[in-house]
């Protein structure tokens, strides 16, 4: 009987280290979830940058194929004005 007491004690003793290393011990559940939570983060951030990516190939893609996107990106981005033409600013009126 008092055999049967000691590997109790020790059968418990040994769940109660597993249990503790296994909630606050080094690489515990609560350090998995947050690194799920940070890799998730993460994926989001990837996922936005590919997208941005490939819009910045596409309007690579269109400034090697054609002179009208160059053209384009002159006027609203520069102010570019071709001879010739005349340009013509339309300033709102103020309500004060």
């Given at each position: 009987m008092r055999q049967d007491k000691w590997i109790t004690l020790i059968l418990i003793a040994l769940l109660g280290m597993l249990q503790y290393r296994l909630w606050?011990?080094?690489n515990a559940i609560p350090?998995?979830?947050k690194l799920k939570d940070?890799?998730?983060a993460q994926s989001a951030q990837n996922q936005n940058l590919a997208q941005r990516n490939s819009?910045?190939?596409a309007d690579i893609s269109d400034l090697k194929i054609g002179l009208e996107s160059i053209?384009?990106?002159a006027r609203n981005e520069l102010g570019l004005v071709k001879?010739?033409?005349t340009f013509y600013r339309i300033i709102p009126a103020n309500n004060d």
């Open positions: 606050f011990g080094k350090d998995y979830l940070e890799v998730k819009l910045l190939k053209e384009e990106r001879r010739g033409e």
